[in-house]
């Protein structure tokens, strides 16, 4: 299955326990997750904080590993940044990362939910997934 959907995927702490400046252990499923979704189509962003020697460091562990990224910290392979004309944000229908809203919930969550296409709402101080065919009906004069 080919499809055009691009997936931003941070590297410390996502990919790999962090261990930042060095290279922490695989998260479990970590790789074979990535190597499906990419086998399913998806065009995947190593979207990190590193750069330099650090950034050539995970970006040759996740070769080793059967990962071969569409771009890195960029919205497309060899897109040169123009601070004056562009903004940094990337170009990509998911953002992987573990410091999202409710942590980080594991590999195999992260696929459920990409293939299920789960959104997710706050009530009170919880974080809660919902489908989006579920999606409770709105009352109220507009809707």
């Known amino acids: 299955m080919l499809n055009n959907k691009k997936i931003a995927v941070d590297f410390d702490g996502t ?13 479990i499923f970590a790789f074979e997750t990535l190597k499906r979704l990419q086998a399913e189509g998806y065009r995947l962003i190593l979207w990190t904080y590193r750069h330099g020697k650090t950034l050539d460091e995970a970006v040759e562990f996740c070769k080793k590993n059967g990962i071969e990224f569409y771009a890195v910290n960029s919205s497309f392979e060899g897109e040169v940044f123009d601070s004056e004309n562009q903004s940094r944000k990337l170009d990509a229908d998911w953002f992987i990362d ?9 590999w195999g969550e992260i696929y459920n ?6 959104e997710f709402r706050v009530e009170g101080k919880e974080v809660l997934p919902y489908s989006k065919l579920k999606k409770e009906k709105k009352k109220g004069l507009f809707w």
């Open 15 to 27: 990919i790999v326990d962090d261990a930042y400046p060095g290279i922490g252990k695989a998260k």
């Open 98 to 106: 573990d410091r999202n809203i409710g942590g980080f919930p594991g």
């Open 113 to 118: 939910i990409i293939q299920e296409r789960i």
